[in-house]
């Protein structure tokens, strides 16, 4: 059978393929398991500084939960397909940047996962939507929560309550992606951005993290504090003291992570 996950590296970038193309790389049970897994091994990888997830094939990024695994299952069999540690959480809270490298249809799930990830990168095919509300469901990856914040609660119920398909530069325009680049400079520019990232102090880049992913959880007053306190916290790092130093004397920086 073949892999439902296939790990490329790139210098210090993992790539991470949803590999189910006749499929339009629909998120079954074992695409799941075997994401989960994948991002276990990354995170303790030393020699990983950033990770990039993209889809198989040409045609589709993620185009949504396996619709297949829906028809006949109970309300316990749902609750349990969707038991912790699920994906979306894990990536939304992963110490490492993580990309989404979106190359075509990028539906429900598929838009959920794109949606937890530290930021996304589109082809100027890509389509967006989460058209759950055609199946007589709604978002269950995190969808009317991270999609609201993200484009805000009129943009999120245009997109959920009709579940309409936008493409790219409607995307872009609303805020649902970052950055969309012609097809078939998609993977080179992501990977540009993603080694210089991934050649960032990883100590570091985690604190950058944590700090505005902390602005989802605070108060802007609290959220300064606490931003404040982790950029103290830069101050006790061999890194901060090497990233200083080597601006002085106008040479790279030599990273320790430490
Ligand atoms: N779950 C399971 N299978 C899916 C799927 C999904 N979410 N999305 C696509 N597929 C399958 C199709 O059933 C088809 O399989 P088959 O060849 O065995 O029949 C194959 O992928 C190709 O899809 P197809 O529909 O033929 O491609 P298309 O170009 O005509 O249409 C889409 C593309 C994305 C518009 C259409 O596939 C679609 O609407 N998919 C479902 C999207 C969705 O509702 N996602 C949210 C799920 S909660």
Sequence with gaps: MAKTILVEREGRVAILTVNRPDKLNALNDQVRVDLL?????????????AV????????????????????????????????????????????????????????????????SCDFRIASDKAR????EIKLGIIPGGGGTQRLSRLVGVGQAMRLILSGDMIDAAEASRIGLVELVVPADELRAKTLELAGRIAGMSPLTLKIAKESVRASEKMSIEEGVT????LFCLCFSSADKEEGVKAFLEKRQPQWTGR
């Design 226 to 229: 606490y931003e404040r306190d």
């Design 37 to 49: 897994a994948a991002l276990a091994a990354i995170e303790t990888d030393d020699s990983v500084g």
């Design 128 to 131: 967006f939507g989460q058209p």
């Design 52 to 115: 990039v997830i993209t889809g198989a094939g040409e045609k589709s990024f993620i185009a949504g939960a396996d619709i297949g695994e829906f028809a006949g299952r109970t309300p316990f069999d749902q609750r349990h397909a969707m038991r912790s540690p699920r994906i979306f959480d894990i990536m939304s809270t992963f110490p490492k940047p993580v990309i989404a490298m979106i190359n075509g249809f990028c539906l429900g799930g598929g838009c959920e996962l794109a949606l």
